[in-house]
């Protein structure tokens, strides 16, 4: 029988790859959003609401991914008490439905942003939380929650730690892809904090979501790191951009700010041995990104003059 599994925040840039994935791997999936899913069952409304929740943890689900959240971290900064409701205490509400209505496994998409800043160094699960911002700060304690969970009633609940997320469904999102694809489209170009020899990992979201939908149907409790497994500069951030719009995007160098990390700089070791394996290349993953922001390809209103 197929597996049985509700995706929280499926409507975002994440869940409805994660949908695909699940659908892929043979699973039965809905959804818990404040907007509908277009192609799934989905309970609309907001996730801080326990009738919302009542609603989306219905008896008979095998597992839950979760991934609705307060995910920037400016935004966590400038609400912390909103991202305490949403990434705490939702959490905690799924989590006790989950142990009441014998859902037997939880997913959380978490970051490596549970750990603060490491340096230089490489990071793995091993590193102790020290997050330095209410975004990781929340993960971290809905990492804690998964855990006490685990140990008490013996739910299955991993930890997906990602690192920089990026692929096709950017539009809405303003980190560095798509601001350089952004830039692209608008002849402009981007600002580059110091000399772009820092080092990021990014991995691509066919990668994330597959990696998250293992999670949820057989993946062990505890924290796994999923990333591209290879860091790039922001320079080559840039060039792979470059390559992929054929458009200038000419470079701003501004003073390093503050406190930014020199380099993220991930193992998978743990996600490999769970048979994690990325598949998409920078190069192609930057050119799949690139049709969203693509002026000739933008859908024009129906109707409209635009
Ligand atoms: N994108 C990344 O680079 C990245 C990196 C590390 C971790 N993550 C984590 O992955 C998850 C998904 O991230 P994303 O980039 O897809 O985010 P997103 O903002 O694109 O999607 C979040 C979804 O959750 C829904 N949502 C938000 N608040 C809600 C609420 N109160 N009630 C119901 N639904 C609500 C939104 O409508 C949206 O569809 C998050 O938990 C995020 O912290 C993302």
Same mark, same amino acid.
């Given at each position: #029988?197929?597996?049985?599994?509700?995706?929280?925040?499926?409507?975002?840039?994440?869940?409805?790859?994660?949908?695909?994935?699940?659908?892929? !791997?043979?699973? $039965?999936?809905?959804? %818990?959003?404040?907007?509908?899913?277009?192609?799934?069952? /989905?309970?609309?409304?907001?996730?801080?609401?326990?009738?919302?929740?009542?609603?989306?943890?219905?008896?008979?689900?095998?597992?839950?991914?979760?991934?609705?959240? %307060?995910?920037?971290?400016?935004?966590?900064?400038?609400?912390?008490?909103?991202?305490? @409701?949403?990434?705490?205490?939702? *959490?905690? +509400?799924?989590?006790?439905?989950?142990?009441?209505?014998?859902?037997?496994?939880?997913?959380?998409?978490?970051?490596?942003?549970? %750990?603060?800043?490491?340096?230089?160094?490489?990071? /793995?699960? @091993?590193?102790?939380?020290?997050?330095?911002?209410?975004?990781?700060?929340?993960?971290?304690?809905?990492?804690?929650?998964?855990?006490?969970?685990?140990?008490?009633?013996?739910?299955? !609940?991993?930890?997906?730690?990602?690192?920089?997320?990026?692929?096709?469904?950017?539009?809405?999102?303003?980190?560095?892809?798509?601001?350089?694809?952004?830039?692209?489209?608008?002849?402009?170009?981007?600002?580059?904090?110091?000399?772009?020899?820092?080092?990021?990992?990014?991995?691509?979201?066919?990668?994330?979501?597959?990696?998250?939908?293992?999670?949820?149907? +057989?993946?062990?409790?505890?924290?796994?790191?999923?990333?591209?497994?290879?860091?790039?500069?922001?320079?080559? #951030?840039?060039?792979?951009?470059?390559?992929?719009?054929?458009? $200038?995007?000419?470079?701003?160098?501004?003073?390093?700010?503050?406190?930014? #990390?020199?380099?993220?700089?991930?193992?998978? *070791?743990?996600?490999?041995?769970?048979?994690?394996?990325?598949? /998409?290349?920078?190069?192609?993953?930057?050119?799949?990104?690139?049709?969203?922001?693509?002026?000739?390809?933008?859908?024009?209103?129906? +109707?409209?003059?635009?």
């Amino acid at each position: #029988m197929s597996a049985r599994v509700l995706v929280t925040g499926a409507s975002g840039f994440v869940g409805r790859h994660v949908v695909e994935a699940l659908r892929a !791997a043979g699973a $039965e999936v809905c959804a %818990v959003d404040r907007t509908p899913h277009p192609d799934v069952p /989905t309970v609309v409304g907001d996730l801080c609401d326990p009738a919302v929740r009542e609603r989306a943890v219905r008896p008979g689900l095998d597992a839950v991914v979760h991934l609705a959240a %307060v995910t920037s971290v400016l935004g966590s900064v400038e609400r912390p008490a909103e991202t305490l @409701d949403l990434n705490v205490a939702a *959490t905690a +509400g799924l989590l006790e439905l989950c142990r009441t209505r014998d859902v037997g496994a939880f997913a959380l998409a978490s970051t490596n942003a549970v %750990v603060g800043d490491v340096g230089a160094g490489v990071i /793995t699960e @091993d590193l102790p939380l020290r997050p330095l911002t209410p975004y990781g700060a929340t993960k971290a304690a809905g990492e804690m929650l998964l855990s006490g969970y685990a140990g008490a009633f013996g739910l299955r !609940a991993p930890a997906v730690r990602l690192t920089n997320v990026y692929g096709p469904g950017m539009r809405a999102k303003d980190s560095f892809v798509p601001r350089l694809m952004r830039a692209a489209a608008q002849g402009d170009g981007v600002v580059v904090y110091g000399d772009g020899e820092q080092r990021r990992d990014l991995v691509h979201v066919a990668d994330a979501a597959g990696a998250l939908a293992q999670a949820a149907l +057989g993946w062990p409790s505890g924290p796994t790191i999923v990333g591209g497994a290879r860091s790039y500069t922001v320079n080559e #951030m840039v060039a792979a951009a470059r390559e992929a719009t054929g458009a $200038e995007i000419p470079v701003e160098h501004q003073p390093a700010r503050p406190g930014e #990390m020199p380099a993220v700089v991930v193992d998978v *070791t743990r996600a490999r041995s769970l048979g994690y394996a990325p598949t /998409t290349a920078l190069a192609d993953g930057m050119a799949g990104v690139w049709p969203d922001f693509r002026p000739d390809l933008r859908p024009v209103a129906v +109707g409209g003059t635009a």
